[in-house]
C-alpha cells in the first residue's frame, strides 16, 4: 500500500543552522508525483514543490533545496540558513491513481514540526 | 487574485446540529477535496470530486455529506452523525492534469 513516513516529529533548530527533513516514501506505482507542503501557524497549507518520478534532479529554489532520491524511495527537504519564519508543520505527500480520469489522490505523512529559534 | 475561499474561519456548533462549511474556488479547477485535520493525525480525505454533480467517498466520510452543483463550490456539511466533529478542516482544488493541490485557509470547527 501507499505509504509517507516522515520520521521526524519534531526539530528544533537556532536561527541560521541548516535543517534537513527525511520523507520515505513506499508506492507500487510506476508513475508517480511527490510534493511538499508547508503549514504555517495560520493553517493554510502552502504548496512548495512537485516531483515527477521519472525526475531526479536535485532541486533548488532560494534557501530550499530537494533531493529525491528513488533508490531509497527518498524525497529529503533541506533549509539553508534557516529563519524564524521557517517554522511551521511541513508535510511529505505522495500522489496515486483515484481512477482511470487521471485524477490523484495524495497520501500524507503526518508532518514535522519545525521550530526555528532566533 | 485567484484562490480558495473557505468560511467561516471559526465554528462553534451545538452537539445534534448539522452545520455546512463553505468553499469556493475560482480557478477553474475541476477536482476539489475535503480534509480533515487533527492533531498527530495528519490530513485525512473526507470527499473528493472530479467534476460537477459527482463526488466520491473519501476514506472518512461517514457523518460527512456534499454537493458539487456549480464548478466553484463545494460544500460540506458536518451532520450530527458525525462522532466527533471537533477538528480543522480544509478545502482543496487541484486541476485534472496538474496534480498540486491548492488550499484554503481552513474552518476550525468546535462542538459545544
Known amino acids: 500500500a501507499q505509504k509517507v513516513t516522515q520520521a521526524q516529529t519534531e526539530i528544533s533548530v537556532v536561527e541560521k543552522e541548516d535543517v534537513t527533513l527525511d520523507c520515505v516514501y513506499e508506492?507500487?506505482?510506476?508513475?508517480?508525483?511527490l510534493f511538499w507542503y508547508k503549514q504555517p501557524p495560520s493553517g493554510e497549507l502552502v504548496f512548495l514543490i512537485r516531483r515527477n518520478s521519472f525526475d531526479e534532479q536535485n532541486e533548488i529554489s532560494g534557501r530550499y533545496s530537494w533531493n529525491f532520491q528513488k533508490s531509497t524511495s527518498s524525497f529529503n527537504f533541506t533549509i539553508t540558513a534557516s529563519q524564524v519564519v521557517d517554522s511551521a508543520v511541513y508535510f511529505c505527500a505522495l500522489s496515486e491513481y483515484l481512477n482511470a480520469g487521471n485524477n490523484r489522490k495524495l497520501i500524507w505523512g503526518l508532518g514535522t514540526s519545525l521550530a526555528v529559534n532566533p | 487574485d485567484g484562490g480558495i475561499t473557505q468560511s467561516p474561519k471559526y465554528l462553534f456548533r451545538k452537539e445534534g446540529q448539522n452545520v455546512t462549511l463553505s468553499c469556493e474556488q475560482n480557478?477553474?479547477?475541476?477536482?476539489m477535496y475535503w480534509y480533515r485535520q487533527d492533531p498527530g493525525q495528519g490530513l485525512r480525505l473526507i470527499y473528493y470530486?472530479?467534476?460537477?454533480?459527482?463526488?466520491q467517498k473519501g476514506d472518512i466520510a461517514e457523518g460527512y455529506s456534499v454537493s458539487r452543483e456549480k464548478k466553484e463550490s463545494f460544500p460540506l456539511t458536518v451532520t450530527s452523525a458525525q462522532k466527533n466533529p471537533t477538528a480543522f478542516y480544509l478545502c482543496a482544488s487541484s486541476t485534472r492534469i496538474n496534480t498540486e493541490a491548492f488550499f484554503g485557509q481552513g474552518t476550525r470547527l468546535t462542538v459545544v
Open positions: 480557478l477553474n479547477h475541476d477536482a
Open positions: 470530486s472530479q467534476i460537477v454533480n459527482d463526488f
Open positions: 508506492t507500487r506505482d510506476t508513475t508517480y508525483y
